[in-house]
């Protein structure tokens, strides 16, 4: 248990569908992350959100869209999604958005594109 | 090229074995993580450092900033440390943001 909960686990989706990833952290942390894991592949960050506002956009397509509503949890909506987004989606937190600060992740949700 | 490489890609030993796995960067730091991704895929922090050598355990780290190179060490391993090690380092411009290697995927057999 490390504090970050990831829903769902597991999704399957079709290009045309819109579903959302969620993320929560019980941590207190200040700062929140997403990170895409495709195989084979060094773990990418996708967004930073430092007090419920993004710090961080690292050249991720429009559709993935980020959203921070509290600093306990974490949104990633997803529409018209290509089959290269396939991969596990992991959600982190540390105290503040600083590289130096050790990150909590979540077990991930792994995501299908049909 | 990744800044950050690891060897080997994938390690199989045996129980009870001393294991290194190594990891070289081509960028200036000012520290550098070790992590630890089971395969359910949650990943956990092993270690963060800056110099010299840290011990947890039977985990023990070491980085040489002059050659760009950390090991991480697991003496007397188990299955249970069946798991992909992941090296990534702290650029030293890069604020909220860690370089990632490929990692090492690590099975010990019993």
């Known amino acids: 248990e490390t504090g970050v909960t990831q829903t769902p686990r597991h999704l399957v989706m079709g290009m045309t569908n819109k579903k959302s990833l969620k993320c929560e952290q019980h941590?207190?942390?200040?700062?929140m992350y997403w990170y895409k894991q495709s195989a084979k592949k060094p773990l990418e960050l996708m967004f930073v959100?430092?007090?419920?506002?993004?710090?961080e956009n690292n050249s991720v397509p429009s559709r993935f869209s980020p959203e921070c509503p509290n600093s306990s949890h974490l949104f990633l909506h997803l529409h018209t999604l290509q089959p290269e987004d396939s991969a596990l989606y992991l959600c982190?937190?540390?105290?503040?958005?600083?590289?130096?600060?050790?990150?909590?992740f979540g077990d991930g949700t792994r995501l299908s594109i049909l | 090229k990744n800044e950050v490489e690891q060897s080997p890609q994938n390690l199989t030993a045996q129980e009870g074995e001393f294991i290194t796995i190594n990891c070289s960067y081509s960028?200036?730091?000012?520290?550098l993580h070790w992590l630890q991704q089971h395969p359910g895929g949650g990943i956990v922090s092993l270690f963060m450092?800056?110099?010299g050598k840290k011990k947890h355990g039977r985990l023990i780290a070491t980085i040489n900033i002059q050659e760009k190179h950390s090991s991480l060490h697991i003496t007397a391993s188990h299955p249970r440390d069946s798991a992909v090690y992941i090296c990534?380092?702290?650029?030293?411009?890069?604020?909220?943001?860690?370089?990632f290697g490929e990692g090492t995927q690590l099975t010990v057999n019993p």
């Open positions: 982190a937190s540390s105290q503040w958005a600083r590289a130096d600060q050790p990150q909590h």
């Open positions: 941590l207190g942390h200040n700062a």
């Open positions: 959100y430092s007090l419920e506002e993004r710090v």
């Open positions: 960028v200036g730091i000012s520290a």
């Open positions: 450092l800056s110099s």
């Open positions: 990534a380092v702290i650029k030293e411009t890069s604020g909220s943001r860690l370089t």
